[in-house]
Nanobody
Framework: QVQLVESGGGLVQAGDSLRLSCAAS????????MGWFRQTPGKEREFVAV????????YYADSVQGRFTISKDNAKNTMYLQMNSLKPEDTAVYYC???????????????????WGQGTQVTVSS
């Protein structure tokens, strides 16, 4: 059974940092595109960042560019999202996602991802 499990969320103040982790089990994702999305109540799930299967290409939403960094450790089958200079508008449930098939191109569309974690809450107070 394939599982993605996020961790690292919490309540922080504006300007603080958090690192989210997404641990995968049930199969390896070393050759798969993986991404982070976030969602607030009443809104659609929003793209945050994506990393290519090889790890060399990374893309970010304009709202987090320069503050967030996506990475993955294939040996640990884990993806990360380092979030610096957090703002209240970053408050959301953060989800990690992975594509089922290997060696595909990066995508920002949530519908292109096949596996999802359960989400971790990030709350940034002003």
């Amino acid at each position: 059974q394939v599982q993605l499990v996020e961790s690292g969320g919490g309540l922080v103040q504006a300007g603080d940092s958090l690192r989210l982790s997404c641990a995968a089990s049930g199969r390896t994702f070393s050759n798969n595109v993986m991404g982070w999305f976030r969602q607030t109540p009443g809104k659609e799930r929003e793209f945050v960042a994506v990393i290519s299967w090889g790890g060399n290409s990374k893309y970010y939403a304009d709202s987090v560019q320069g503050r967030f960094t996506i990475s993955k450790d294939n040996a640990k089958n884990t993806m990360y999202l380092q979030m610096n200079s957090l703002k209240p508008e970053d408050t959301a449930v953060y989800y990690c996602a992975a594509e089922k098939f290997p060696l595909t191109g990066v995508t920002r569309r949530a519908s292109d991802y096949d596996y999802w974690g359960q989400g971790t809450q990030v709350t940034v107070s002003s």
